[in-house]
């Protein structure tokens, strides 16, 4: 991060006009939510930078550290209009000994005097929705109050904001007493800092494009998806940390892939993606209410890393969980999953005092949100209750080869049909010799609560991110790994 300067208040300050426009055509908008939503101030630490209200021209400020905040006040209006700052300040001293402020509006700049300090004929102004002021040391330079939002830019390119540092432009939506910073930059700009925020910089180069393409596909279909601004730059939408995330490796990715989108009978699809599966994915109507053509299930044979986890309730934590989530049902007693044929769960059942529940779909995971770890991290789990008593695997030889049973207590059936329990000491016999097997157990799991043993992470429907690593890595190319996850799609 850059080292940002301290500004004593009487520093000279120079503004020139300039013509560039910012904001182009086909531009992204992302909000910054992180670290900038609905906050009282935002720091800028650049030396040089470039304010302006929308897309219209720019104004250089060589000021240095700026702290940003609405601004709400009635003033008399001088319309004494000019091309620069430098201008506008000329005029305060034809005001001395009242309040007043350099302001750039939609005219260009002015300057303001404060109603409750002087008696003109002049226009009064209450300032807009929009307003803003440029604070150094605690003393307002200049607000800017228009008819749109104020944007700046800086003049390296790179935007310092708070501790994070941004391509583009950084507009300033105001909502009442707070503001939330939006990046507005091009699509690819902001894919740099996409690729490798959803992915290590080191993992396979066509790890990396593909991701790069699912990117710009999901940005370009789900645009305006936050009214204000198209998209947040959280894992609601996509993680993006600017510029202190971008890679070698990801620019190289976004660049070799640019323009490159994925596309379904003609439309752009929506290229959802989540960490692991563990060894399948969804169907979208699995997870989500609506059936999609190109989001369906498949069984993921390349994966072979994936995160395990375990979660561990109490029955009266689950109880709590329950009353959280208004299911109605009074004690938890105990706590059943059902599943689909590549063992994920497709339902999670709820048994209390006074009734059952029963989940579908993304509620398996989001129903845990109540809890302090939040939801559960898959769908692709297990459940132990309390302690569970298992044994020693016995292997079966048939002809299609070996299968693996838990020992829980065997039995054996004789030529007349009798069946018999085998204790803890059995003999496996055939035709030439014997073996003797002695049986052990183990206890699993903790007395009076309710294990999850779970492996991969994320929602499942889509492209395995850890997937595409490992197709990567066993050779296959980016359009390849995009054509396993999304069906029947093309990449142009």
Sequence with gaps: MRKILTIIFGLFIIFVMSTAVYGAEGDVRIGLEKNCKNV??????????????????????????????????????????????????????????????????DKGWTLYVRADSAKLDKPVVKTGANCVGFAVDGKYKFIVNGSRPCRIMAEDGILNIGNDRYRGDIEFYRQGSVITAVNVLPVDKYLYGVVTSEMPS?????????????ARTYVERNRSRHGEYDLCDTVHC??????????????????????KEIYFNGELVDAVYFSSDGGATFNSEDVWSSSTPYLKAVKDTHEKEYREWTRTFTYSELTNICAANGYGIGNVVS??????????????????????????????????????????????????????????????????????????????????????????????????????????????????????????????????????????????????????????????
């Design 40 to 105: 009282s101030q935002i720091t800028v630490g650049n030396k040089e930078i470039r304010v302006g209200i929308g897309d219209n021209n720019k104004y250089r400020a060589n000021i240095g550290t700026y702290v940003i905040k609405p601004v709400g006040n009635t003033y008399y209006n001088t319309e004494e209009y000019n091309t620069t700052y430098e201008g506008a300040k000329a005029v305060l001293s034809k005001y001395t000994g009242t309040s007043c402020i350099p302001v750039l509006d």
């Design 335 to 492: 706590v059943s999953a059902q599943y689909t044929d590549e063992d994920l769960v497709s339902s999670l059942t709820f048994k209390g005092s006074k009734g059952n529940k029963t989940v579908y779909k993304d509620e398996i995971r989001s129903a845990f949100h109540p809890s302090g770890e939040g939801g559960l991290l898959s769908r692709n789990f297990r459940i132990i209750g309390g302690a569970v008593t298992e044994g020693d695997k016995v292997y079966v030889i048939g002809t299609e080869g070996q299968d693996t049973k838990t020992y829980t207590g065997i039995s054996a059936t004789n030529g007349e049909g009798k069946q018999g329990k085998i204790g803890s000491k059995f003999v496996i016999m055939n035709n030439r010799d014997s073996e003797t097997i002695v049986a052990s157990v183990t206890t699993v799991g903790t007395p009076g609560t309710v294990t999850f043993e779970g492996k991969g992470y994320g929602h499942g429907v889509g492209m395995s991110q850890y997937g595409a690593k490992a197709m990567a890595e066993e050779g296959y190319g980016y359009e390849d790994i995009l054509k396993f996850y999304y069906k029947d799609v093309e990449i142009k």
């Design 202 to 214: 080191s993992w396979s180069f066509e790890a990396l494009k593909a991701q790069a393409v699912a």
């Design 238 to 259: 996509q993680a993006y940390y600017g510029v202190m995330k971008e890679s070698e490796s990801g620019i190289k990715a976004v660049d070799q892939t640019s323009g």
